[in-house]
């Protein structure tokens, strides 16, 4: 973890003496609040913004102040590993500028791989192995292609996270996008099937204490939902109950929070949040098949786009005719892009601060 300066932190409490006349009252009020907490980064532009800020820890003056918890660690080392990384990855964002989807894919993901072994150097303190820790397996359907888990940075990213992996694991191209919540609503296609992402708006009560999670019927098919969410949702089987109709789980009472910080402690143990801080209470749950090894949030990024720009890189032929000019296709992965740029390097960012990081608009 390294600490920052001009931190704001804001978090949405309602007063214990009003809490108390509404729980002692017939009026069961709602919760008003997202139940995301964390610390607020204000910009006119919060993309520049969040690499203005890992370009700070770039520096050789900012990386070599942050203090090690490892008192034998040769932290100049790390520094300056740290340091020269963050700016390569730095220079390789900006030259994706001007560049379509033949050849972005192939810059972005060496920025982020520059990344990674930045955050590692200052986050877990580890040096990672020069090999990347995924290899490109290549197959005539676009969306098929995979990468294999291997020693090299990737797993050690994942070891360090407490992740367990196995060498030889793969994940396709289209395993890794459907299980990332920025563009679950987009990934639902003919084409490329179901996301892999359950969305939920969290509905909670101030006296009853009672928790509802709203499942969003545009990603949500009722009938799958109800036969099968006790398996794919192993994070909430235990907690929630099926309500007699619709795609909603209810918590069960011995599991109720008491207050909004409970609900906020419950919600990030149990769900992903939304990397946009607001209002709205909507989390995101993975699903996960039977025996189904579920990866760290960047993961999941970090995958799809090494897929992507060795497709680039090794078979352009194939991602020109998997994307033609003006289709679907080509839309869907430019979104998937834009999303990338925007937060793989914001839940780096969060990594490191062992927090919630969030970059939002004046």
């Known amino acids: ?68 918890n490892k008192p034998d660690l040769d932290w100049e080392k790390h520094a300056k590993y740290a340091s020269v990384r963050i700016r390569q990855a730095l220079e390789l964002r900006k030259s994706t500028s001007g560049t379509s989807l033949l050849t972005k894919p192939i810059l972005l993901y060496y920025s982020f791989l520059n990344l990674l072994r930045a955050f590692m150097a200052i986050t877990p303190k580890i040096i990672p192995k020069p090999k990347h820790g995924l290899i490109f397996k290549p197959n005539n359907q676009f969306l098929l292609n995979e990468a294999e888990l291997a020693d090299g940075t990737f797993t050690e990213f994942l070891a360090a996270t407490g992740t367990a992996w196995e060498k030889g694991t793969r994940l396709s191209l289209s395993q890794a996008l459907c299980k990332i919540p920025e563009i679950a609503y987009e990934f639902k296609s003919p084409d490329r099937g179901p996301s892999g992402v359950w969305a939920a708006r969290v509905s909670a009560k101030m006296g009853s204490h009672s928790v509802l999670l709203h499942f969003d019927q545009q990603v949500v098919d009722e009938e799958t939902f109800r036969a099968s969410w006790g398996q794919e949702l192993p994070k909430l089987n235990n907690l929630y109950e099926l309500q007699p109709t619709g795609i909603t789980l209810g918590l069960k009472e011995e599991q109720q929070p008491k207050d909004y910080e ?20 909507t989390w995101y749950v993975l699903r996960l098949k039977e025996g189904e090894q579920e990866f760290p949030r960047a993961g999941y990024y970090f995958i799809a786009l090494f897929i992507l720009g060795s497709i680039a890189r090794y078979q352009p032929e194939l991602l020109l005719s998997g994307l033609p000019p003006g289709s679907e296709p080509e839309w869907f992965f ?28 004046l």
């Open 1 to 68: 973890m390294f600490k920052s300066i001009f931190l704001e932190r804001w978090r949405i409490l309602l007063p214990v003496s009003k809490t108390n006349v509404f729980q002692n009252s017939m009026i069961d009020l709602s919760y008003i609040g997202s139940f995301q907490r964390g610390t607020l980064f204000r910009s006119e532009n919060p993309l520049e913004e969040l690499w203005a800020q890992i370009g700070r820890i770039g520096t050789p003056e900012y990386a070599g102040s942050l203090i090690p």
């Open 262 to 281: 409970g609900l906020c402690e419950l919600c990030e143990k149990t769900m992903l949040n939304r990397l946009l801080w607001g209002y709205d209470p």
């Open 334 to 361: 430019n979104r998937f892009m834009q999303a990338a740029e925007r937060f793989f390097p914001q839940l780096m960012w969060s990594w490191g601060q062992n927090a919630q990081t969030y970059f939002l608009g």
